[in-house]
C-alpha cells in the first residue's frame, strides 16, 4: 500500500486546496458585493442593509482596505466568540446542538488521541515484526497493530486500550445527552406561545355517511374531550393549487427576465422558442407570451383554489385540533382516541413552517405500501450501488492496475502522478458519487408520506448513513481489498465477517486517511467559499434583480441540511472509534476534521444559514443511536481482528463490551430519550397555568385560527381570495354541533347537503 | 435411525398409558369422595355441595352405579358442550381464549396435514433415490423430503408448499388475532365496575424533605390532574407482616393436626422435636408449644401492624391514584408526568388479585441491577442447562450406545427393549428435566421486580419458550447428532447454522415423533387425572380436615398456568411449522395433540381450574409473536436444508418468506396490539357517560377507598386491627393541601413532625 511519502503528498495537495478555499474565502467575503452572499443572515434579520450608502462608487463593489486582506483568517476567533446561550437566541436551538455534534467528536477523540499515541504506538512501534510476509506491509504499518506478531501479548494492551476507549466514549455520550436533554427541555420551557403548543395533528378520520369531516371531527372532540377542545382546520388537498402557484411564480421570473432584457436593449423585441426547453419550435415575443400565460395561470389558481375552497372531496380526513390548554393538547397527543388503532391517529403538531404539506393529503391506507417499497428500493440502492464504487477503489490500488494494463506502467511511476492517483482520486470519486445521493434519498424520504420536513430530514440521515456504512466503510474495506485476497474472501460466511472485515482494516488505513483529508479538510473549507450560492446569486444580481426585494429573494443563505451532514460526521466518528485501537495514526486527522469543521460550521450558522424549521433539538437520540452503533461495530471488528490475529482467547474477554456498550444504550433510551419524544404533563400545566395569570383575557381560539392553513393560501399576491378564504373560516368556526340522531334517519338529503357545501352552515336549522 | 416399528411400539406403548390414565380418571372422576378433586370449580362457585347428603354410607365414597362406568368417556362431549361466550362467563376470558390457542393449532395444522399428505407425500414416496448413502435412512425417510435426490427439481414442490403453508398460517393468525381483540374489546367494554378501571399505579414518587409520600401525591396530582383527581392509596411495605401471617397460619395448620391426632388417641399427648425439620432435639409437647407460638406470633403480628402503619419508612414511593373518571384514568396511565422520566411513572394499575405485593416495596432504583443480573443468569441457565440433555439425548442413538459399550449388546439387542429406549427414555428424561424448570423461571421473574402475577407469568413463558427453543429443539437436534457426525458439526460458523440444523431436521423426526406421543399424548391425558391434587386432598382430608371450611381450603383446583402451557403448546407449533415441509408424517401426531389437549383442558377449564386472576388475554400478542417467530425459524431451516440438498438457486426464492412474514408481523403489531396494550380514551368516556348517566349519586370514593389495600390487611382474622386501619385511611383522605411554600421556609421542623406521622392531620393546622 501507500507509504508515509505517498500520504505526504496527498496531505500536502488537500493542505494546498484547504488553504486556497480558505484564502479565497477571506478575500471574497471582504467585496460589499459578496455581502449578501456571506452574511445573509445578518440581512434575513434586518440588523444590515446593502453597503450601497457610503463610499465611492468602485467602493461599493470592491474593498479597497488592503489592510483587511492581511487579517484574512480573524474569522475563526470570530466565530468562535459568540457564546451559546447567544447563538440559540440567533440561530435555534437546532443549530447550537448541531454544533455540539463536532464538539462531541473532539471531546471523544482529544483524549482517545494523546492516550492511543502515548500506549499504542510505542507498543506497536517497538515490536521487532517477525513475520511481516503475512500482509502487505508500508512504514504505516509500523505504527498500527500489524507490526505485532501472531498472537503476541502486546496485544493485552490493545484490548486493554479497547475498554478504556469504550468507557470514555460512552461517558461523554452520557454527559452530552444528559446537557442537550436539559438544553431542549429548559428551550421548550421559556419558548414562547405557538400555535404548535396547543395542537395536535389528527390523521385518519374515517369516512362518515352522514357528516363531513369537520362536523365529524368537531363531534368527536367535543365528546370525547370536552373540557378542553377549542377548535379545529381541516386540511385541503391544495397540491394542484401549490403547483398553479410555483409555475405562475417561474413564469413571472421569464417575464422579468425578459422585460429587463428589453429595457437594456429597447431595439429588439425578445423572442422564445415555444418547443423542448426553448430549443426549437416556432418563435413568439417573449414578453407577450409569459404575460399571456400568467394572465391564464392567474385565472386557474383562482379557479382552482375556489374548487379547493367548497369541494367536499379536496377536504383530506385529517385535521389539525387544537385545545384550550396545552395540558390539553398533551393528553389528546399521547393518547389513543379510537378503539380501532388504525383510525383518528393523533400526534404533536409540528411547527407550521416545519409541515411538509404535500404529504398532509395521502391517505393513510397507501402509507404503509408506500414503506414496504421504499424499504426494498433502499435495499436495492445500498446494494447494487456498489459496483460503480468498487471500480473507483481498485483505482486505488496502483500495483494491480501496473500489473493487469501494463502499457500505463510509464504514467503511473512518474512518482507525482502516482501520489495523486492513490491519494486524491478515489476520494473525490467517491465524493461526487455521494453528492447526488441525498436528493434521491429525501425524495424517497417524502415518497414514504411523513408529514414534518424535520422528521424527512431525519429518516434521510438514517437511511443516507447506513448507505454511507455499507458502501464507503464497508465497500472500501471488502471491494478494495477483493482485488488482493479474491480467493480469502470469494465466499463469506456470516461469522467470518468480523474477521474478514477485521483483517482488511489495518490495510486501509491510508486510504481513509486520504479520504478525510478530502472530504473533511479540503471538503468543509469549500463549504465555506460557497462557490455555488456565489455564482447563482450574482447571475441572478445581474439578470433578474431590479428592486431592494428582488435581490432579498436572490440570496440563498442555505440551511444546514441535517440529512446530508449529519452522516458525514458520523462516518469520522466511526473511523476514529475503529481505527483508534488499530491505526492511532489516524486520530490526529480527524481531529483536525472536527476542530476546522466545528469553526467552519459555527461561522456558517452565525452568518449564512437560515434554518427552515426549528425542531427543539430533536435529532439528537439518532445523533447518540448512531455513535453506539460506530462503537459497537468497532468493537465486533476488533474481536474479529484479534481472532485472526492468532488470539482467539481474547474473544470472551472483549465480547462483554458489545453487551456492555447495548445496555448503556438501552440505560440513556430509558433515562434521557423520553425528553425528545413525549411532553410532560407537569411541564404543559406549568406554562398554562403562567399564561393565565399573566394573561386573563387572551383570544386563544382568534390566535390558533389561521396558524394551520396551507402557506400557498397565504401568499400575500390574491389577497382578495385570502380574504374570501379567512371569511369562510370564520363561518365554519360558529358551526353548531347537530343532533346527530336526526341526520341519520334521513341519510340522504344530508348527505347530498354536505356534498355541496362542506361548511354547511345551514345544518342548525335542521335543530328542532 | 428408527424404523416405522419402532414408532409403532413407542406409539403403542403410549396410547395404552394415555388409555390407562383415561380410565383411571374415567373410574376416579365417579366416586363421590374425589367429588371435590374433579369438580371444585363447581364448589368454588356454590354451584355444588358435598355429595354426602344423598344414599347410603358407602355410597358417600364409592359409586356403586356400574352403568355410569360403561359411559367412561362421556365427560368428552360434555366439555364440548359449553358454547364460548357461557365459558368466558363462566370461566373468565383467560381461560377462554387459552382454549384458542389449542384451537388455532388445528386451525394451522389440519388443512395443512391435509394438503402435505396429497401433495408432498406422493412426491417424496415415489422418488427413486439414488444416493441412499449421503443420510442414514429408514422407512420413516421414505416419506420425507431425504428421500429426494440431491438437486432435483421435485424439491420445487416442497418451496411452493412452503409458500401455501405460510400465507394459510399467516392467514388464519390474523383471523384469530382478529377474533380475540375484538373479544377482548367486547369483554372490556361490557365488564361491570371494577376499581382498577378508575386507578394507576404510580411509583417512583422522588423524595422530598418537606412533605410525606402521601402528601406529594396528593398536591402533584391536585396540581397535574385538577378535574380528575380523587384519592390515593399508598403502599406500605407489608412484606414482614405477610411473612408473620404466613408463620402463624402454618402452625395453626400444624396445631390442627396434632389436636385431630390427640382427639383421636386421647392416652397419649402428641410430641414433636425442636431441632432441625423436627428430626432431632428436645421433645416437648406438641399442641403446648404450637399453642405458645401462636400466641407469640399473634402479638408480633399486632406489634408489626403497628409499625407499618405509623411508620413513615413503611410508606413506599409508590401509590394507587384514583380518578374521578375512567377518562381521567386512561389519561394519566398513558401519558409521562414530569420532566424526568425515572419519576412520577403511572401506568395502569392491574386487578387487586393480580397484584404480586412483594414487588411493590422494591425501590425502583435496584430494578435496572436486578434486571441485567437476571439476564446473565438466564443466559448461563439456558446454556449450561445443555450438557445433561446432550447426554440423554444420546441414548436415543443405539447404534452409538452399541459401538461403545459393546457389553450391553445382548440386552439392547432384544427388539423390545431396544424400541423402549429408543421410543420412551429419551421422551420422558426431558420430561423430568423441565417439570422443575418453570419454578426457577417463575422465581427469576419475581427476583425482577414486575408487579402483577400476569405479567410475571407472560415473562416466564417467554423465558421457558426461548428456553425449549435452544434446548429441547436445537439441544435435541444439534446433540443428538453430535455424535453421529461430530466431525461435520465440530465447528459452526454463524452462515452454516441453518444448514447443520436443517440437514440434521429429517433425521431427527423420529426422536420429536416419540416426544410428542410422551410428552402430547400420555403427558395430557395425565394432566386430566390430577395425580397430585388428588393425594394431596386425601391426605388432607385424613389429617387436617374438621369442618367444611377446612374441606373447601383442602381443594386445590390450581390454574392454568400460562408460565409453563404456553411455551410448551409453542413448542409443538414449532414442530409442526418446521416439519410441515420436511417430514410431513409428523404432522398428525400433532394434530392428535391439539385434539386432546383442547378436550381435556376445556373440560379442565369448566370443572377444574379457578382463575387466580383476569387479564383480558392480555397474553395473545406473545402468543401470535411466537407462533410467528416459529414459522420464520422454519422457513430459515429450510432454506439451510435445500441450500445443501443440491438446490442452492432456491435461497433467493425463499428468502422473501422470511421478510414477508416479518412485514405481516410488523403490520399486526400495529393493527391489532394495541387493543392489549393500550385503552382507548372513546371507550373510557362512554362507559363514563354510560355510568353516570344510570348511577348519578354513586359515592366513588367509598368504592375505591379501601380497593388496593395488601391483603395482608383484609383478612378478616384480626377484624380489629383491619377497622383501625380503615378508619385511618379516613382520616387520612380528609386532608387538606397545604400551602406548601410556608412550609418550605420551615424545613427542619416540618420534617420531624412528618417522621413522626406520616398521614399529617396537622398540616391544616399551618395554614395561616
Known sequence: MATLGDIGVAAAINITSAFVFLVAFAILRLQPFND????????????????????????????????????????????????????????????????????????????????????????????????????????????????????????????????????????????????????????LASERRRPDQFTVLLRNVPPDPDESVSELVEHFFLVNHPDNYLTHQVVYNANTLAKLVKEKKSKQNWLDYYQLKYSRNQLKRPLMKMGFLGLCGDQVDAIDFQTSEIERLTKEIAVERERVINDPDSIMPAAFVSFKTRWGAAVCAQTQQCRDPTTWLTEWAPEPRDIYWKNLAIPYVQLTIKRLIIAVVFFFLTFFFMIPIAFVQSLANIESIRKKVPFLKVIIDVSFIKAFIQGFLPGIALKLFLIFLPTILMIMSKFEGFISISFLERRSASRYYIFNFVNVFLGSIIAGSAFQQLNKFSKLSANEIPKTIGVAIPMKATFFITYIMVDGWAGTAGEILRLKPLIIYHLKNFFLVKTEKDREEAMDPGSLGFNTGEPQIQLYFLLGLVYAVVTPLLLPFILVFFALAYVVFRHQIINVYNQEYESGAAFWPDVHGRVITALIIAQLLLIGLLSSLGLPQSTPVLIALPVLTISFHLFCKGRYEPAFVRYPL??????????????????????????????????????????????????????????????????LPSKISSNSSPSLPEVVQEDP
Request: overall charge positive; charged content about 25%.
Open 682 to 747: 407537569q411541564e404543559a400545566m406549568m406554562k398554562d397555568t403562567l399564561e393565565r395569570a399573566r394573561e386573563p383575557n387572551l383570544n386563544l381560539k382568534g390566535y390558533l385560527q389561521n396558524a394551520f392553513i396551507h402557506p400557498v393560501f397565504k401568499s400575500c399576491d390574491d389577497d382578495d381570495g385570502d380574504e374570501e378564504f379567512n371569511e369562510k373560516w370564520e363561518k365554519e368556526s360558529v358551526l353548531v354541533p347537530t343532533k346527530r340522531q336526526s341526520r341519520r334517519n334521513t341519510p
Open 36 to 187: 449578501r452572499v456571506y452574511f445573509p443572515k445578518w440581512y434575513l434579520k434586518g440588523l444590515r442593509s446593502s453597503p450601497s450608502s457610503s463610499g465611492a462608487f468602485v467602493g461599493k463593489f470592491v474593498n479597497l482596505d488592503f489592510k483587511s486582506y492581511l487579517r484574512f483568517l480573524n474569522w475563526m476567533p470570530e466565530a468562535l466568540k459568540m457564546p451559546e446561550l447567544e447563538l440559540i437566541d440567533h440561530a435555534g436551538l437546532d443549530s447550537a446542538v448541531y454544533l455540539r455534534i463536532y464538539l462531541l467528536g473532539l471531546k471523544i477523540f482529544v483524549p482517545m488521541t494523546l492516550l492511543a499515541w502515548a500506549v499504542l504506538v510505542p507498543v506497536n512501534w517497538t515490536n521487532k515484526s517477525a513475520d511481516l510476509g503475512k500482509f502487505t506491509h508500508s512504514d504505516i504499518d509500523k505504527l498500527s497493530i500489524s507490526n505485532i506478531s501472531l498472537g503476541s501479548h502486546r496485544f493485552w494492551a490493545h484490548i486493554m486500550m479497547a475498554y478504556v476507549f469504550t468507557f470514555w466514549t460512552c461517558y461523554v455520550l452520557r454527559k452530552e445527552y444528559e446537557t442537550v436533554a436539559s438544553m431542549r427541555l429548559h428551550f
